[in-house]
C-alpha cells in the first residue's frame, strides 16, 4: 500500500517553489533510500492549502509556531490519519525528513520491538521504533539534490542482536544496534513499572532518565518521548553544517532563490535555458 504524504506550508518564509524543491528531494529519498529497508512505500508531494491535498493524506504542515516546544510533532487528525507539524527554520527540510520516515516505519507512534534495555537491571525492554531519534543529529545527516535530509536506523538498529555486516543506520554512522549517537536519543518502555526511559547524549555525556508513566492507552507514545527531549533537538540542529540547508537566512528574504540555486545544478540550468529557448521558437513559428 502506498502512503500519499502532503506537504503544505503555512509560514511565509517557504513558498510554493521552495516547498516542490523539497517535496521531490524527500520523494526521492524514501524511493531510493529508505522503501527497501522499511518495506513501506509512499508518494510526497506539494500543496499550497491542506484542502489541496487528495483526502487520505498525511498532511506535514510547516509553521512558525507549533504548540509543542519539539521542532516536529506527530499526531493523529480527526480522520485518524497521521499527520505532523514542522516548525519552521533554516533546516526545516531536516525536520520534515525526520517527520515524514517515522511517520512511515511507524504511522502511529506506538510501534515497539523487543530487546535488551540500556540500563543493565531491567532486563528486557520495549523499544518504541524511532527511527531518526538516534542518529538525528545534523552531522550526520545527507543531502539530496542539494537539501539537507536525515539519517535513519534500519530494521536491525532493533533487532534483538547484532549480526556481522549490518547495515544499522542508512549513512552507515550508526555501527551497532541500538547505539545513540551525540545530540540522539533512544526510548523505550520498561514493562515492570510501566515507565517510559530514555537513553540521551547530551553534550557528550551518556544519561539515562525515567520520562515517567507511559500516557494514557490510545495517546501516542511518540509526542511524550519527543516532548522530553525537545531541547535536545535544538541542540542536534544547531550543530548543522552550512552545506546542504535549503535556506541560511533568518530573513525569509531571498530564501527561493537560494533554494532553486542549490537545487539546480550546471546542467540542469543549461538544460532548462535551451528548453526555454525550444519553447519560443515553438511560439514564434506557431
Ligand atoms: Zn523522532
Not at 122 to 133: K, M
Amino acid at each position: 500500500m502506498t502512503s500519499q504524504i502532503a506537504l503544505v506550508s503555512e509560514t511565509p518564509h517557504v513558498s510554493l517553489a521552495e516547498l516542490t524543491i523539497v517535496a521531490n528531494a524527500l520523494q526521492k529519498q524514501v524511493t531510493r533510500d529508505f522503501s527497501l529497508l522499511w518495506t513501506v512505500t509512499a508518494t510526497v508531494g506539494a500543496f499550497q492549502t491542506v484542502e489541496d491535498a487528495p483526502v487520505g493524506s498525511w498532511h506535514v504542515v510547516i509553521r512558525d509556531d507549533i504548540v509543542s516546544d519539539a521542532a516536529g510533532i506527530h499526531q493523529l487528525d480527526a480522520s485518524h490519519q497521521p499527520f505532523a507539524l514542522v516548525r519552521w527554520a533554516a533546516q526545516w527540510s531536516l525536520t520534515a525528513s525526520h517527520e515524514i520516515l517515522e511517520m512511515l516505519a511507524d504511522p502511529f507512534g506506538n510501534r515497539l520491538m523487543p530487546g535488551d534495555s540500556p540500563k543493565p537491571d531491567q532486563g528486557r525492554v520495549l523499544f518504541l521504533v524511532e527511527v531518526c531519534d538516534p542518529c538525528q543529529s545534523a552531522a550526520v545527516a545527507y543531502t539530496v539534490n542539494g537539501v539537507l535530509v536525515s539519517d535513519f536506523c534500519t530494521p536491525d538498529y532493533f533487532a534483538p542482536s547484532g549480526t556481522s555486516g549490518a547495515r544499522y543506520s542508512f549513512s552507515g554512522a550508526v555501527t551497532e544496534p541500538r547505539q545513540v549517537l551525540p545530540d540522539g536519543y533512544l526510548t523505550w518502555l520498561y514493562p515492570a513499572t510501566g515507565h517510559l526511559w530514555q537513553l540521551l547524549m547530551e553534550d557528550g555525556n551518556r544519561r539515562l532518565t525515567d520520562v515517567g508513566p507511559q500516557p494514557p492507552a490510545n495517546a501516542c507514545l511518540r509526542v511524550t518521548s519527543d516532548r522530553a527531549t525537545a531541547k535536545l533537538r535544538s541542540a542536534a540542529y544547531a550543530r548543522a553544517p552550512r552545506s546542504g540547508l535549503i535556506s541560511r537566512s533568518e530573513d525569509g528574504r531571498g530564501l527561493r532563490e537560494e533554494a532553486i540555486s542549490k537545487a539546480a545544478s550546471a546542467s540542469s540550468t543549461r538544460i532548462a535555458a535551451t528548453l526555454r529557448q525550444q519553447i519560443q521558437r515553438t511560439n514564434r513559428s506557431g
